[in-house]
């Protein structure tokens, strides 16, 4: 009989996960060594390991950890790939695993998940896709697993995705509707995004799972700070013409414009999309022509004058009109222009990506510049 956990264990030879159909006698008490490319499936695939005896799991893969039903241990796929070739040529291979424990502070953090959609936005890639990133967590109402076989609950439960990291977006969006109640469902876009951090906790960029530095078109304008989201100095704000424009510009006609306007409406002769008074900039068709694009700012703080600093896409010229804007009241509006021009033609492949800054001294207004020039 093997030992239990915290001692020497024998280890199954790896098997395939799409094969379910395990044999009770040869992973009963065993851990079971599993190398895979993806996810699918793999929860299902434990159920049966679970239901077969198995008292542990090490999953070689490059995705990020997750619930599971019994103690389990992630590696990467290269090291799994060592630990393949170590039971290969093993006749009694061996395995020992820890109780597992919370740690706190774990650096880098965040990390952008690997499951995490990509832009460039498809339908309308002037707009950047994604907007935030965020944590995520939600209440243990399910199991962890969300399996029928799992009756374990908890009071929350720590996850990545797009469906657990909402709710927190949302419940900022809520605290500052408390504070602002006025505002447009944009300017809280604009306060979420413009005062987002792309520096993790070791204050370098945000890495992806992979461990490369991610780009925005991973975390959008960056990670979420509510508390700087309250009093983001300045924001973008949209209208409903800002965006009946915005469907001019995509086609729509008079009959499908009714649809969103009470009121009939009639599309301007002609619409730049790169003027969309959105939080991030993007020019994803700049080539060798200089492009110049329009923005317009809101004072939603103290009086003051906001100065612009530029971190200028690799190979792109930035420059800004005017360089400072001057605000005596709160609701005030200002609009600035920004120029972009390729500076050097062979230096940058594909979209590149920098940042323009407003600040007044104490408040940072960010927002993400995404170009591509060929």
Request: aromatic residues 8%.
């Amino acid at each position: 009989m093997l030992k239990p956990l915290m001692q020497q264990l024998k280890m199954l030879k790896s098997v395939r996960l799409e094969l379910l159909n395990l044999d009770p006698n040869k992973v009963k008490g065993k851990i079971l060594f599993c190398l895979l490319r993806e996810l699918n499936g793999l929860v299902y695939a434990e159920e049966e390991a679970v239901s077969c005896g198995a008292i542990g799991l090490i999953l070689g893969n490059d995705i990020m950890a997750y619930p599971h039903l019994l103690p389990t241990s992630h590696i990467n796929y290269t090291d799994a790939e060592y630990v393949y070739s170590y039971i290969k040529a093993t006749e009694t291979p061996v395995a020992y695993m820890s109780k597992a424990k919370t740690e706190v502070g774990v650096k880098p953090a965040p990390v952008i998940a690997s499951l995490s959609s990509r832009g460039p936005n498809p339908i309308q890639p002037i707009i950047l896709k994604p907007d935030i990133s965020a944590p995520g967590a939600y209440i243990g109402a399910i199991s962890p697993t969300g399996l029928a076989s799992d009756n374990r609950r908890i009071p929350y439960i720590i996850g990545s995705g797009t469906s657990v990291a909402c709710p927190h977006v949302y419940a900022i969006v809520s605290l500052l509707k408390t504070h602002y109640p006025h505002w447009t469902p944009a300017a809280f876009k604009s306060a979420i995004m413009t005062t987002a951090r792309v520096l993790d906790n070791n204050d370098t960029p945000i890495k992806d799972q992979s461990k490369e530095d991610a780009t925005p078109f991973g975390y959008g304008a960056g990670h979420i700070q509510p508390e700087l989201a309250m009093d983001p100095g300045l924001i973008y704000d949209l209208n409903i013409v800002d965006y009946l424009n915005f469907l001019c510009s995509h086609g729509y006609n008079q009959t499908q414009m009714k649809m969103f306007s009470r009121n009939p409406y009639t599309c301007p002769k002609s619409y730049n999309m790169l003027d969309f008074n959105y939080p991030s900039i993007t020019v994803p068709n700049l080539r060798k022509h200089s492009v110049e694009i329009s923005r317009t700012v809101t004072n939603v703080g103290s009086p003051g004058t906001y100065h612009v600093h530029v971190k200028e896409p690799h190979g792109i010229s930035v420059l800004v009109k005017p360089r400072s804007l001057k605000f005596n009241e709160v609701g005030e509006k200002k609009t600035f222009k920004v120029i972009f021009k390729v500076s050097k033609p062979t230096a940058s492949v594909g979209y590149v990506f920098g940042h323009l800054l407003w600040s007044d001294g104490r408040l940072k207004v960010m927002s993400p510049l995404v170009v591509r020039s060929n």
